[in-house]
T-cell receptor
Framework: EAGVAQSPRYKIIEKRQSVAFWCNPI?????LYWYQQILGQGPKLLIQ????????DSQLPKDRFSAERLKGVDSTLKIQPAKLEDSAVYLC?????????????FGQGTRLTVV | AQSVTQLDSQVPVFEEAPVELRCNYS??????LFWYVQYPNQGLQLLLK??????LVESINGFEAEFNKSQTSFHLRKPSVHISDTAEYFC?????????????FGAGTRLAVHP
């Protein structure tokens, strides 16, 4: 079974630039999460999708962050414009449909550095 | 709302000594509990999970955790650690919120095993 795929692995941008991250979850997984992990902290949930619908985006800074999950499969997370404090690892995770107590599978993450 | 508190940000220990990493949670509904491990420059991996049944759960590499509902705790223990156990450990809670499961992480505990 293929795991959660994320790209790119690393990205360096200047502040005020835009950036996009891509995630391909495990096949058949209906729930997809995006987390932000700042150095030295635990993962913080940014947005959660159930199929192609958003079920929780309460901690997403909507003035600069956006995310979509077209056709309920792949997802992209965008930051526009980026700030220095957005430097972090962005993690994508997925869980299977209908069994909400199973483990979440994580991708390797995208390490973003904003300079 | 659910939350997770990891009481120690760093735990230094000598090789072959026992270790306990503490985790407390708060939630108004039934929860499912997880410990994830993150080795340097790697993604999050599930270490062990409590879903139901026996309150003591074990991992394949000698870690164990005990779910204590009255104390709302899920502490992680290992009787004898190895250098290779050096990593960041995250406690996580999965609970129903607004009709959907939500996976929330603690801030993490950095375990440093010294020879």
């Amino acid at each position: 079974e293929a795991g959660v795929a994320q790209s790119p692995r690393y990205k360096i941008i200047e502040k005020r630039q835009s950036v996009a991250f891509w995630c391909n979850p495990i096949s058949g997984h209906a729930t997809l999460y995006w987390y932000q992990q700042i150095l030295g902290q635990g993962p913080k949930l940014l947005i959660q999708f159930q199929n192609n619908g958003v079920v929780d985006d309460s901690q997403l800074p909507k003035d600069r962050f956006s995310a979509e999950r077209l056709k309920g499969v792949d997802s992209t997370l965008k930051i526009q414009p980026a700030k220095l404090e957005d430097s972090a690892v962005y993690l994508c995770a997925s869980t299977s449909s209908g069994v909400w107590n199973t483990e979440a599978f994580f991708g390797q993450g995208t390490r973003l550095t904003v300079v | 709302a659910q939350s997770v508190t990891q009481l120690d940000s760093q735990v230094p220990v000598f090789e072959e000594a026992p270790v306990e990493l503490r985790c407390n949670y708060s939630s108004s509904v039934s929860v499912y509990l997880f410990w994830y491990v993150q080795y340097p420059n790697q993604g999050l991996q599930l270490l062990l999970k409590y879903l139901s049944g026996s309150t003591l759960v074990e991992s394949i590499n000698g870690f164990e955790a005990e779910f204590n509902k009255s104390q709302t705790s899920f502490h992680l223990r290992k009787p004898s650690v190895h250098i290779s156990d050096t990593a960041e450990y995250f406690c996580a809670v999965n609970a129903l919120s607004g009709g959907y499961n939500k996976l929330i992480f603690g801030a993490g505990t950095r375990l440093a095993v010294h020879p």
